[in-house]
Structures are given as C-alpha cells and as structure tokens.
C-alpha cells in the first residue's frame, strides 16, 4: 500500500491589508503567470528544480481562487479531493488575499514558514496557480502544490 503524504497549510492563511486596486493593475493571467515565474527564480535561489504547470492542480487552484474572492474570505479546500482528482501522492495549498503585485504576493508567502516550506519543498514538482478579482478588484490567490503518483 503506497503510503500518501498530504501537506497541509498552516490555519493561517496570509491577508493584506485591503487598499484600491491600483490603476494600472495587472490582469489575473499575467499576475498568475507572474507568481509562477517569481516561485520557480525562488525555488532556483534555494538550489531547487522548477515546478513545472500542472492542469490539473490549475484547476483546483483557479476554482479555489474564485470561490474566495466570491465569498469574500479565504479558506483552504479539502485537498484529499484534489490528491484523488489529480492522481498525486502529495499536495499542498497557500492562498492569500489583496496583494497588488506578484512581488509582494510572492515576498509575504516566503516571510511565513508555513507557506515558505510549501513553496520550497523538495517533495513538490508540479504547480498549479489560480488568481480572481472580485468585485472590488482585490486579488485573490491560491497555489496548489503536486507530485504525481
């Protein structure tokens, strides 16, 4: 029987102060292209590999990112749903609310531990990214983290 790892985030999940969406924002496919650049370049200051797309993880990660932003809180998904759905032997998950740019996404998920160990675990090869806007144009953000069966 293989033995199945499932890591997940810590209770906390990371909010920003909410402020105006800044005139010049970033739609969600560049802010979502642009997490996932600015994972991999940390991930290769640590001496990790890359964590290559992942359709699947995207998915649940997207999904995630607009339920959030429609309920207008963050909350964590049931990742047994998505270690089955995905065919992975881990999983993990950081979401986070109203960060302007990728940067300062990126920057307060590596200043908590919880979030920093999922980001640059070993256990982890696959990414998936999901980003929405809700109705006032505050970002909403998920990543979900995978390695295959």
Known sequence: MRRILVALVM?????????????????????????????????????????RFHACLDRYAQRQARRMAKQQRMFHQDL??????????????????GYRTPRSNIRAWLDSPGHRH??????????????????????WTAQVFGRPA
């Open 11 to 51: 209770a906390t999940a990371l909010a920003a102060v909410p402020s105006a969406p800044a005139s010049a924002a970033v739609s969600a496919t560049t802010f979502d292209q642009r997490l996932h650049d600015q994972t991999n370049r940390s991930r290769q200051a640590h001496h990790l590999r890359k964590l």
């Open 80 to 97: 047994s749903v998505v270690l089955r759905q995905c065919n992975a032997r881990a999983v993990g998950e950081n979401v986070a609310h």
């Open 118 to 139: 999922n980001m640059l675990s070993r256990k982890y090869t696959r990414l998936g990214i999901g980003v929405a806007k809700d109705a006032r144009g505050h970002t």
